[in-house]
């Protein structure tokens, strides 16, 4: 087990810009979830993918899409960024059936 | 409208006592319960989890309780150690044909202990 990588670890933008953020899931782990902790607050889910679909999606916009590789990797894309995206962006791993996410530790996004 | 709530967005306790954390929900739907640990700069930890078939699971120094009739869980901590100290998170998530769903957080109790 390789645990779940994300990067980069800090990433400044400018509001409007485009941003991709990506991870690397726990080898055997075929479901990948993003969520978004803005300060203060608890993580929020954005969406999830499955077999490279998304399969379920949280309370934000279309301007937050994702990708899911054959690889178990993934990316997180968000387009005309607003300065309320900034937080912490969390990737978590799980497999179907199983009980139990893990997370890796999150790319902090400063949109100025 | 938020459907996991910690009240408590800190509580600090003596090392050697027992911390207790407090974890309510509002959906009834719920059947399963996570706490996770976060230290900063990290991502959150798992840390115990129960079913809603069962009212008490126990690994080590911790300890979840749940009463599904007052929509309540806690997080028994004893004894309470330095290390400890961290954000503590409840999520709640919903069954999906054997699969579970995502995660639903609460806003984060911050524990310290202090020696």
């Known amino acids: 087990e390789t645990g779940v990588t994300q990067s980069p670890t800090h990433l400044i933008k400018t509001r409007g810009q485009q941003v991709t953020l990506r991870c690397s899931s726990q080898s055997g782990h075929n479901t990948v979830s993003w969520y978004q902790q803005a300060l203060g607050q608890g993580p929020q889910f954005i969406f999830q993918?499955?077999?490279?679909?998304?399969?379920g999606r949280g309370n934000f916009p279309p301007r937050f899409s994702g990708l899911q590789f054959p690889n178990y990797s993934s990316e997180l894309n968000v387009n005309a960024l607003e300065l309320d995206d900034s937080a912490l962006y969390l990737c978590?791993?799980?497999?179907?059936?199983?009980?139990?996410?893990?997370f890796g530790s999150g790319t902090r996004l400063t949109v100025v | 409208d938020q459907q996991v709530k910690q009240n408590s967005p800190s509580l600090s306790v003596q090392e050697g006592r027992i911390s207790i954390l407090n974890c309510d929900y509002t959906n009834s739907m719920f059947d399963y319960f996570l706490w996770y640990k976060k230290y900063p700069a990290e991502g959150p930890t798992f840390l115990i989890s129960i079913s809603s078939i069962k009212d008490k699971n126990e690994d080590g120094r911790f300890t979840v309780f749940l009463n599904k009739s007052a929509k309540h869980l806690s997080l028994h901590i004893v004894p309470s150690q330095p290390g400890d100290s961290a954000v503590y998170f409840c999520a709640a998530s919903r069954n999906y044909g054997g699969s579970q769903g995502n995660l639903i957080f609460g806003k984060g109790t911050k524990l310290s202990v202090k020696p």
């Open positions: 978590a791993s799980s497999w179907t059936g199983g009980y139990g996410y893990t």
């Open positions: 993918y499955y077999r490279e679909e998304e399969n």
